[in-house]
Nanobody, 118 residues
Framework: QVQLVESGGGLVQPGGSLSLSCVAS????????MSWYRQAPGKERELVAG????????NYADSMKGRFTISRDNAKNTVYLQMDSLKPEDTGVYYC???????????WGQGTQVTVSS
């Protein structure tokens, strides 16, 4: 049974930090690229950051560059998102995604709420 379980969300003041984790099970984690997406109220889900299967390459949405850091530990089947200098517009539900092209695989977690507010 495939599972992606996110944790680490919560309420934080503007300028603060949060660290999200996503633990994977039920598939070969090390062969999947991993990403974090977020969905703000009333908006479409958007890509936050991605990392290749080996962790060698990362990419970020422009508004997150310099503030967020994605990393992974294949020995622990876990992907992380370190979020610093948080802004109110970072508020939303953050989802973990696992994707592989061949053979095709695409899995989502249930999401974790992040609220940035004073």
């Amino acid at each position: 049974q495939v599972q992606l379980v996110e944790s680490g969300g919560g309420l934080v003041q503007p300028g603060g930090s949060l660290s999200l984790s996503c633990v994977a099970s039920g598939f070969t984690f090390s062969s999947y690229a991993m990403s974090w997406y977020r969905q703000a109220p009333g908006k479409e889900r958007e890509l936050v950051a991605g990392i290749t299967s080996t962790g060698g390459v990362t990419n970020y949405a422009d508004s997150m560059k310099g503030r967020f850091t994605i990393s992974r530990d294949n020995a622990k089947n876990t992907v992380y998102l370190q979020m610093d200098s948080l802004k109110p517009e970072d508020t939303g539900v953050y989802y973990c995604n696992a994707r592989r092209a061949t053979p095709l695989g695409n899995y989502w977690g249930q999401g974790t709420q992040v609220t940035v507010s004073s």
